[in-house]
């Protein structure tokens, strides 16, 4: 008999994973993916789509008994000359242990300074997950890479293996790579994945680092999606790319908004302002890095009328924004009260560290209270 007898089938499999908005098939496996495969036909390029392949947040749930579980699959880093790969990490817990794995290994794809990407074939993974003996089944829940894409080919176990729902409020999340949380090491880290695990939430982590640009494509994939709470980060990735005016902004916003409320008329929104970066409070973008190799504004003279986008100014037109557009279900959600500019933990002058992300977390966690209790009330 072998080690693992026990094998999810390819339903069980899928109807394990959570997370994501579409699972796509493979051969031998099924990938998760964090935007639908029909928005690549309208992305200016394919960095969204490599950074919505990555996992963050995306984690299998399992109810077991088994001692060890054994996970094959393939993981895809996008890496580049400024971005080398890195080690990432899965973790395996119950509620009472967690196994963490780290690898450094997988399938690469070496992004070019024209946007495109080449694909360096590498080897399957096969990771075990040692777990506390069990009398009886528990859930374990099984996160997966804050920065790799994957393709999970089998999970087998020691013990009959069954995927386990949900069960809790679907929570929508939108963000920049603060949000995706793709600096970090342990997949639990990031601040939307460490609230919805105090609040037991459901999460889908739409953080794409780099990439939060209020493309029409997202809102639609947010409006088509089951939810239950929605939140949506905005400023950071507009400024750091210096990629809109004011003129073009609003409407944007406008619009992001106008294509969500159309899937949810009535769930509770929340617009979160941009957190306290020094760089940019009062410099625009594009952000380049300096002499150091730190991140660093691009400083220019703003006149009157200018237009140019600064985190302050994209606070202030995002609170011009929620109060004109009178839907009570729609909030506001300053992000200097979440990390603040005299709170630090800003490394590399643009991303918090683990530390800055635990107080995010710590400090958004009442919001998303009363937003989930606003829910239940307008029911």
Do not use: K
């Amino acid at each position: 008999m072998p080690a693992f007898p026990h094998e999810l089938t390819r339903s069980d499999l899928e109807r394990s994973i959570h997370g994501a908005l579409q699972l796509t098939g493979h051969p031998d496996g099924v990938a998760p993916l964090r935007l639908p495969t029909w928005t690549r036909a309208q992305q200016a390029d394919g960095g969204i789509e490599r950074m919505s392949g990555q996992t963050s947040g995306v984690r299998l749930r399992l109810r077991t008994a088994a001692h060890t579980i054994r996970l094959e699959a393939t993981f895809t880093r996008t890496v580049s000359a400024a971005h080398p790969a890195r080690p990432f990490r899965l973790v395996a817990e119950t509620a009472s242990v967690a196994c963490t794995v780290t690898l450094d290994e997988g399938t690469t794809l070496v992004e070019t300074r024209d946007g495109d990407a080449t694909l360096q074939p590498g080897p399957r993974s096969i990771v075990h997950f040692s777990l506390e003996s069990a009398p009886g089944e528990r859930v374990v829940t099984i996160w997966l890479p804050l920065a790799a894409a994957c393709v999970v080919h089998s999970v087998r176990a020691d013990a009959p293996l069954t995927p386990c729902p949900a069960e809790a409020p679907r929570w929508l999340h939108y963000g920049s790579s603060i949000s995706h949380g793709s600096d970090l090491h342990d997949p639990r880290g990031p601040w939307p994945q460490q609230v919805a695990r105090e609040l037991r939430l459901d999460l889908v982590n739409l953080g794409f680092a780099g990439n939060a640009m209020l493309d029409p494509f997202v809102a639609r994939a947010i409006a088509d999606a089951p939810a239950h709470l929605i939140t949506l980060g905005i400023g950071i990735n507009i400024v750091n790319g210096d990629a809109m005016r004011a003129r073009t902004f609003a409407p944007a916003v406008h619009g992001f908004l106008d294509r969500v409320r159309e899937g949810h008329p009535t769930v509770p929104v929340s617009i979160i302002t941009a957190f306290a970066c020094p760089i940019h409070e009062d410099s625009p973008g594009p952000t380049r890095a300096d002499r150091s190799g730190l991140a660093a504004a691009t400083p220019r003279d703003l006149r009157p009328g200018d237009g140019s986008l600064t985190l302050a100014r994209t606070r202030s037109l995002l609170e011009q924004i929620v109060a004109s557009r009178r839907d009570a279900m729609l909030h506001l959600v300053d992000g200097l009260s979440l990390l603040g500019v005299d709170d630090g933990h800003l490394p590399d002058n643009l991303h918090p560290d683990q530390a800055g992300h635990d107080l995010i977390a710590a400090r958004f966690a009442p919001h998303a209270r009363r937003l989930l209790h606003s829910a239940s009330v307008g029911r």
